[in-house]
Each structure stands twice: as structure tokens, then as C-alpha cells.
T-cell receptor
Framework: GQNIDQPTEMTATEGAIVQINCTYQTSGFNGLFWYQQHAGEAPTFLSY????GLEEKGRFSSFLSRSKGYSYLLLKELQMKDSASYLC????????????FGAGTRLAVHP | DARVTQTPRDKVTEMGQEVTMRCQPILGHNTVFWYRQTMMQGLELLAY????????DSGMPKDRFSAEMPDATLATLKIQPSEPRDSAVYFC?????????????FGEGSRLTVL
């Protein structure tokens, strides 16, 4: 089965950089996803990593190490609107689109 | 603007009543998911369809929950009878299995409160 661990909550200051970590255990690896979810809204796709290394997309970057079962989401130049939950997810073995989500990390950005 | 549409957005009902939630996936997407989200459990996968066929409903309490796709534009999740512990936000998501990214597109969710 899958096991996904993320910190429950983080706080950061506007303009700063924050790194949200995710460790996972899965019997078959088909990539790792990060989703953003604002309070009361639907999760939205942020990134997908299937190879080791850093994928940069504007202010957000995502890193993957398959050998360590580890990923992080890096948010730069934090803005108040980045206050949200960040969900790490991996596909279930045998179900490419069937995502299993971590509990999420609630990020609060303060002025 | 392609998006997943869910109804109702909010539903308050009494214990024992039947609840039906509906989802219209993005046109052309062949994979549909039902997730439930609570503060305690996070996002849990309830059921999963591909090309309208149920592939996995192991996350769903079988005695009271049922999920169907009567056609490619409609997925339903029914709870009968509903219980207070079913109170949660129910999300429908769709995906194009041939797209290669595995990305899911979520609807806005149906917030269910069972009194």
C-alpha cells in the first residue's frame, strides 16, 4: 500500500521562501503530484515529478528523490494568496490516475 | 472553459434520508473519481470509473453507498440511508487517461451535512 507523510502546518512570512516536505512509501512508483487547495475550494494541480531532480515553474518548484522516497515543494517570494493546503499525492499501483493523497500541509503566510 | 461540475454545492439533510450527488466530468475525459474530504481523514478515494466501468470502489462503504455512471456525461454518488458520520465534502474529479500526466481535475465539491 501507500504511506504519505507531510507536516500538518507551517507558517511563513510574505516575501520569504518555504519548503514543504513529503515522504512516501509505495510498492510501485509512477510519479508524485503536488496539489494546492484553498479553504473551501477544490484541489488544483501544481506539479508532477516522475524523474529525480528539480522542476521549476515560476515561483513554485518541486523536487523528487526516488531513492529516498522524498519530495519537496518550494515556494518563493511568498504572497498572502499562497495561504492554502498543499497536498502530496502518488498514484496507486495498477491505477495510473488513481491518486492517493497525503493529509496535506496547511500553510499560513503572514505579512 | 472546461471544468468538472458538481451538484448540489451544499446539502443539509436528516439522518436516514437518501442523498444523491451528481457530477459532470470534463468532456472527453474517460476517468472519473469520487473522493471524500474530512478534517480527520483528508482526501479519501471512494470510487473510480474508466470508460463508465467501475474499476475500484473498495474505499466506499458498500452497505449504504453506491456509485454509477449512467452515461459519459454523468456520474452519481448515492448514500442511502445517510448518517451523521457521512458529513464531509464530496469531490468528483475527472482525467484523460491518455494524456500521460495523470493530472486530475476536481469539481468544486458537494458539502454534505447530515443532522
Amino acid at each position: 500500500g501507500q504511506n504519505i507523510d507531510q507536516p500538518t502546518e507551517m507558517t511563513a512570512t510574505e516575501g520569504a521562501i518555504v519548503q514543504i516536505n513529503c515522504t512516501y512509501q509505495t510498492s510501485g512508483f509512477n510519479g508524485l503530484f503536488w496539489y494546492q487547495q484553498h479553504a473551501g475550494e477544490a484541489p488544483t494541480f501544481l506539479s508532477y515529478n516522475v524523474l529525480d531532480g528539480l522542476e521549476e515553474k515560476g515561483r513554485f518548484s518541486s523536487f523528487l528523490s526516488r531513492s529516498k522516497g522524498y519530495s519537496y515543494l518550494l515556494l518563493k517570494e511568498l504572497q498572502m494568496k499562497d495561504s492554502a493546503s498543499y497536498l502530496c499525492a502518488v498514484p496507486s499501483p495498477g491505477g495510473y490516475n488513481k491518486l492517493i493523497f497525503g493529509a496535506g500541509t496547511r500553510l499560513a503566510v503572514h505579512p | 472553459d472546461a471544468r468538472v461540475t458538481q451538484t448540489p454545492r451544499d446539502k443539509v439533510t436528516e439522518m436516514g434520508q437518501e442523498v444523491t450527488m451528481r457530477c459532470q466530468p470534463i468532456l472527453g475525459h474517460n476517468t472519473v473519481f469520487w473522493y471524500r474530504q474530512t478534517m480527520m481523514q483528508g482526501l479519501e478515494l471512494l470510487a473510480y470509473f474508466r470508460n463508465r466501468a467501475p474499476l475500484d470502489d473498495s474505499g466506499m462503504p458498500k452497505d449504504r453507498f453506491s456509485a454509477e455512471m449512467p452515461d459519459a456525461t454523468l456520474a452519481t454518488l448515492k448514500i442511502q440511508p445517510s448518517e451523521p458520520r457521512d458529513s464531509a465534502v464530496y469531490f468528483c474529479a475527472s482525467a484523460d487517461a491518455s494524456a500521460g500526466t495523470g493530472e486530475l481535475f476536481f469539481g468544486e465539491g458537494s458539502r454534505l451535512t447530515v443532522l
